[in-house]
């Protein structure tokens, strides 16, 4: 493991496949730095984490600025936004738990990220920064369906690990990513956003508009990340009856009834006559 001219070991983690630990050791007008000398590639929405390990030493004279295009410019933590930072500024840095709480809001279309680590010792103090752990969010969420049979006026019941967004699909569409759902017909598949205090908890599905049929429940978290298909099933059955174009529902109508629309319950053919629901063979 190399060390810095400070005697720091220091090195660049990530759960991801990634280049070397070497560093690069800087001095800006009034303070020494150090780098990693290769980014991270990262997928847009997955940083999650940024973790120092220091043995037992305060933080507090650690400061960093981040980047997401290999050091083409830097940004920090300004306490409401991510801002332009210029290059040894020490004023314009943030300490670790700003970078941690914030970055993932860092940047939403990926890109190669890199931090640089200040240094601002007051006197004889003594600064120890052994390691740099930033993660990425490759992990899919895991969505539970209630096994159930429901009326295409109810609701499904679906829980997800993450906040995201929850799909009831059919299981007549074969699902390899997230395209296979949103890109399937409209009655095929419907969704819903699943909020942080949504997690874990169970939460309603509709399944107003879709056909008849067996569905599956797959979610998928910010990140991106799309879940395997639920265990269980839902079966959808359709209880909306349609009438006859001269048909007047809740009354007694005299003379024929032509062009009759029917429609499925149970898998059997009804159509509406005289107020009563009659079986077609």
């Excluded at 929405?45 to 960093?64: A, C, M, N, P, R």
């Amino acid at each position: 493991m190399p060390k810095n001219q400070l005697g720091l070991p220091v090195q660049n983690h990530a759960d991801t496949d990634q280049p070397s630990n070497e560093i690069t050791i800087g001095t800006s007008p009034d303070y020494p730095y150090i780098e990693p000398n290769d980014a991270m590639s990262f997928t847009a929405g997955t940083l999650y984490t940024f973790l120092l390990s220091v043995d037992g030493k305060s933080t507090d004279k650690i400061q960093f600025q981040v980047t997401t295009d290999d050091g083409s410019s830097w940004k920090y933590w300004n306490g409401s936004i991510w801002a332009s930072a210029e290059e040894g500024n020490e004023s314009e840095t943030s300490n670790i738990d700003e970078i941690n709480n914030n970055i993932d809001t860092l940047d939403d279309s990926g890109g190669l990220f890199k931090w640089r680590a200040y240094f601002l010792p007051e006197g004889s103090d003594d600064i120890e920064l052994n390691t740099v752990t930033v993660e990425v969010d490759t992990f899919a969420p895991t969505v539970t369906l209630t096994d159930d049979t429901i009326y295409n006026t109810e609701n499904a019941k679906v829980t997800s690990t993450e906040a995201g967004t929850v799909y009831l699909v059919n299981e007549d569409i074969t699902v390899s990513n997230i395209n296979d759902i949103i890109g399937a017909a409209a009655n095929q598949y419907n969704e819903r956003t699943i909020n942080t205090g949504d997690i874990n908890m169970d939460v309603t599905l509709e399944a107003e508009g879709l056909i008849a049929g067996t569905y599956k429940a797959y979610a998928e978290d910010e990140a991106g990340n799309l879940s395997a298909a639920s265990a269980n099933t839902v079966t959808i059955i359709l209880a909306e009856i349609s009438y006859a174009d001269n048909f007047i529902e809740g009354q007694d109508n005299d003379g024929s009834i032509t062009g009759s629309r029917t429609a499925e319950i149970a898998g059997d053919t009804f159509t509406k006559l005289r107020g009563s629901l009659s079986l077609l063979w």
